[in-house]
């Protein structure tokens, strides 16, 4: 474990079952494409790097103010433009709310200045001046970001998403906010995950190993 991290996990909510998530999904035939993949990092960071806006949506869920990671809403903080897109084609509220970067804790003092970890969201900081335009869309006006640190040993899978996508794109950050629009609680179960999917304009739907997708 590395020194100064405390093991304690948010990841304290209810999980679901694969049967518990292919009645969800069942549910909705007709209005879905649903494949099964064990290739869902590759996918869903290349999705990002692409330009996609995705639904992560893994494991127990978080408590606390802060989506973490397995009830979010992720985009590709590379984009200058991505903050006015999410806030556009999603989360409908106001345009000076700014987003949050979500970073590999290893590689957290590239970008920010700050030398512990901030694993719930709750911390801001500088973010160093030549990294500014590298991830645009998750500065706020003043230089600073919320961050999240995102360490191995509290969330694997997150932690293996942004990993891939820096092996894709060279960047170890992406953009984080919760999974649900203005004024509504983030999303719990795979039905409220689905719901606010179809009702958004979310590209992709990642649950647990189950990428979604809109039929046209």
Sequence with gaps: MKEGVDMFSPYLGKSYTSHEIEEALIKYNGRIHVIHSFHKYKQAAEAISKGKIIAWFQGRS????????????????????????VNQRIKFREAFRPFAPSVLYEYQQEYFDL?????????????????????????????????????????????KLIETFYQITGIPVILNTSFNINKEPIVESPEDALNCFLNTDLDELYMEDYIITKNK
């Design 62 to 85: 978080e408590c606390g103010p802060r989506a973490l990671g397995n009830r979010s809403i992720l985009a590709d903080a590379r984009n200058k433009d991505m903050k006015d897109i």
């Design 115 to 159: 030398d512990i970890p901030s694993p719930y969201m709750l911390m801001i900081a500088d973010v160093l001046d030549d990294k500014r335009d590298k991830i645009p869309s998750v500065v706020h006006v003043d230089g600073t970001g919320r961050l999240q640190s995102v360490i191995k040993e509290i969330n694997p899978v997150y932690y």
